[in-house]
């Protein structure tokens, strides 16, 4: 079984900066990809940034130049650096990790979400 565990959530007020943290424990050989997704209010959950294996990024445009995806592969960590933040950020933001769970599988795992909300 694989888990996805997120911290780094909370209040900030606008223009400020925050860092989110995801770590996957559990069994599996490798991860691929790694994904930041958010749900705003009354909104559907959009993908906000990747990262491959390789250190590939990729980022929806609301947050370019202002998000930071990156990953330590040595501690099956990605994290999400938000700077310059406005309360259209304020989302619950999911943590997506495909992963290598045996020689022929691949995982996709969700984390548990963890709250942004953007408010002076």
């Known amino acids: 079984q694989v888990q996805l565990v997120e911290s780094g959530g909370g209040l900030v007020q606008p223009g400020g900066s925050l860092r989110l943290s995801c770590t996957a424990s559990?069994?599996?050989?490798?991860?691929?990809?790694m994904d930041w997704y958010r749900r705003g209010p009354g909104k559907e959950r959009r993908l906000v940034a990747t990262?491959?294996?390789?250190?590939?990024?990729n980022y929806t445009d609301s947050v370019k130049g202002r998000f930071t995806i990156s990953r330590d592969n040595a501690k099956n960590t990605v994290y999400l650096q938000m700077n310059s933040l406005n309360p259209e950020d304020t989302a619950v933001y999911y943590c997506?990790?495909?992963?290598?769970?045996?020689?022929?599988?691949?995982?996709?795992?969700w984390g548990q979400g963890t709250l942004v909300t953007v408010s002076s």
């Open positions: 990262i491959t294996s390789g250190d590939s990024t």
């Open positions: 997506n990790a495909v992963v290598l769970a045996d020689s022929v599988r691949y995982l996709a795992v």
């Open positions: 559990g069994s599996f050989f490798s991860i691929r990809t």
